[in-house]
Nanobody
Framework: QVQLAESGGGLVQADTSLRLSCAAS????????IGWFRQSPGKEREFVAS????????VYADSVKGRFTISADSAKNTVYLQMTSLKPEDTAVYYC????????????????WGQGTQVTVSS
């Protein structure tokens, strides 16, 4: 129903910025909210932020609140994650998924995962 593809990751230094993109496709894309998750070795995939296509509401994990901004461009079927003040702890593979469960923070409520994009933040 929905397919997602992440891009924009890279290797950056701490205190710099990076913008990730999540391109969505499928006939029913508009029925889903989009969430960003991240996963580092040895850890579970954790919630980062989510947004509905209208952009009316956004939800953030406490660990990124104030530093990351999620936005949605419905015309482009793309959700962005603007990351600022990056820390080494932000190093992870970042994934986007789709959910019909409003602004769930639970990974099991999401589907259509892309392959992820690697973000590496050096000290």
């Amino acid at each position: 129903q929905v397919q997602l593809a992440e891009s924009g990751g890279g290797l950056v230094q701490a205190d710099t910025s990076l913008r990730l993109s999540c391109a969505a496709s499928g006939r029913t894309v508009s029925r889903y909210a989009i969430g960003w998750f991240r996963q580092s070795p040895g850890k579970e995939r954790e919630f980062v932020a989510s947004i509905n296509w209208s952009g009316a509401y956004a939800v953030y994990a406490d660990s990124v609140k104030g530093r990351f901004t999620i936005s949605a461009d419905s015309a482009k079927n793309t959700v962005y994650l603007q990351m600022t003040s990056l820390k080494p702890e932000d190093t992870a593979v970042y994934y986007c998924g789709a959910t019909v469960s409003s602004y769930s923070r639970h990974r099991w409520d999401y589907n259509g995962w892309g392959q992820g994009t690697q973000v590496t933040v050096s000290s």
